[in-house]
């Protein structure tokens, strides 16, 4: 049972969709952060979950690794071929198959996008709410627990997914979950796919729930002499309840980074980006609530827009903000760190990571989540040696996160990057999720070496 084995047995399935040309396997090859190309031994490219079963089934037969891919924008190795198989890419699985807006959920195939699944609710007065800055695969985003700058509001990939349709290891088809607000109908299969990163099954259907599209919307920003100012500013306005659906903070260097890519002309110190949806007189209010409180911890130049191109241009730079600082730095890859502890840890935490790259040899901006107490340091590296400096440094930050309670990925999954913390995050906890994984993959062959590690 061998790897040509299977793919002399998908041949016949696939066709043409099953390629191994040097174009595909390249593009199969690559991560959006530090790992060097990893080639699968084919792509495939299904169209129909019967064929996804069909190709788990083969896989299965052969021992095969098979790894599930969306976009590639996962930032951990998590769709990297590392033991070799075949690549199944959903990009032709991109179909928006219902829509309920009485119920206020949407079925789709894992290819779909977040921004052509909002671009199709565009006329029914609602969209689907997580944003991770990327155009990511729902599908992707569903297997890495994703979420993003509108988090603080919404919630994460884990509240936003109602139901599944999964391929097993074995090429079963199975449904979790449904279009029902609750059920206590036992186990939560839904929760146990949603972040388990294609080491259990692969999605081949996703039931979203999705939410009202505000009446009004504005977005504001604001300097900070630092980042203590910033994050006290936030926590105090949360404190009073005012419903803000993103606050993202960036450094100095981020700041710095997005001027030079963006022709902007912003101070170059701690900023703070902020949303509010509701009324147009209640977001009116809010702003201007958060412009006081602002005020009060040293804010300066507090500027809020309720204009779609305002937002839009806002929006925009924050999301290019990884390609600004990546363009800051030619020749530099990054390894990005994810970062999540408690708000009452946050300014401390951030100033020690800040604190040991300014000691370092490399540079590393900070930006992040600041409402969910998540940051990202972008660590730039050229060299080999650059590399292990970034891997020190960040090593530093998550044993600094888990002493406070936190975690060493808010959002960006575990893959391959974060496995050497599983056992200190979770202990005897991690051993139960390696059961979990030979129990329903017992060849392991879903994406093998992510997430856990089997022995024997």
């Known amino acids: 049972m061998t790897i040509p084995a299977a793919l002399a047995a998908l041949a016949p399935l696939l066709g043409e969709r099953l390629s191994r040309s040097k174009s595909d396997l390249d593009l199969h090859s690559r991560s959006e952060t530090h790992y060097a190309p990893v080639p699968p031994d084919a792509a495939a490219y299904p169209e129909t979950t019967e064929e996804v079963a069909a190709i788990v089934a083969i896989c299965a037969e052969h021992s095969c690794p098979v790894i599930g891919w969306g976009t590639g924008t996962a930032l951990e190795g998590h769709a ?60 992707g985003m569903a297997a890495t627990r994703a979420s993003g700058t509108t988090a603080v509001r919404y919630g994460t990939m884990k509240d936003n997914v109602a139901g599944l349709e999964v391929v097993l290891a074995d090429g079963r088809v199975i449904r979790t979950g449904g279009a029902s607000k609750k059920s206590s109908a036992g186990y939560d299969l839904t929760a146990l796919m949603v972040g388990s990163e294609g080491t259990l099954g692969l999605m081949t259907e996703l039931t979203l729930r999705l939410q009202g599209q505000p009446e009004a919307i504005s977005a504001a920003i604001c300097a900070f002499p630092s980042m203590q100012d910033a994050v006290a500013a936030v926590t105090d306005t949360m404190q009073m309840g005012v419903p803000m659906s993103r606050i993202e903070f960036l450094d100095a260097a981020t700041v710095r980074a997005f001027n030079a890519y963006a022709g902007e002309t912003m101070p170059e110190v701690p900023h703070l980006m902020l949303e509010f949806h509701g009324s147009a007189s209640q977001v009116a209010e809010q702003a201007e609530t958060f412009g006081d409180i602002a005020a009060d911890h040293g804010g300066k130049g507090f500027r809020w827009s309720s204009k779609p191109e305002d937002r839009t241009a806002l929006w925009a730079m924050r999301h290019n903000g990884y390609y600004a600082i990546l363009q800051s730095k030619p020749g530099h890859r990054a390894l990005v760190t994810d970062i999540c502890v408690p708000m009452s840890e946050l300014a401390s935490a951030v100033d020690a990571a800040q604190r040991d790259i300014a000691a370092s040899s490399i540079t590393g901006p900070i ?90």
Request: aromatic share 4%; no cysteine.
């Open 80 to 139: 990297l071929a590392f033991n070799g198989g075949v690549t199944v890419d959903f990009s032709r699985m991109d179909a928006v198959l219902e829509v309920q807006p009485e119920n206020m959920i949407a079925r789709v195939q894992p290819g779909v996008t977040r921004e052509a699944l909002n671009l199709h609710l565009r006329d029914t007065g609602l969209f689907f709410p997580v944003d991770p800055g990327a155009n990511a695969s729902l599908g």
């Open 367 to 456: 930006l992040g989540h600041v409402g969910d107490g998540n940051f990202h340091a972008i660590l730039m590296v050229a060299t080999d040696a650059d590399l292990s400096e970034a891997h020190r440094l960040s090593d530093q930050m998550v044993r600094r996160a888990l002493a406070v309670g936190g975690t060493a990925t808010g959002e960006h999954g575990v893959g391959v990057g974060k496995l050497d913390y599983m056992a200190a995050e979770h202990g005897a906890g991690w051993d139960v999720m390696g059961e979990i994984k030979r129990a329903l993959d017992p060849k392991n062959i879903l994406n093998p070496g992510k997430v856990v590690r089997l022995n024997g």
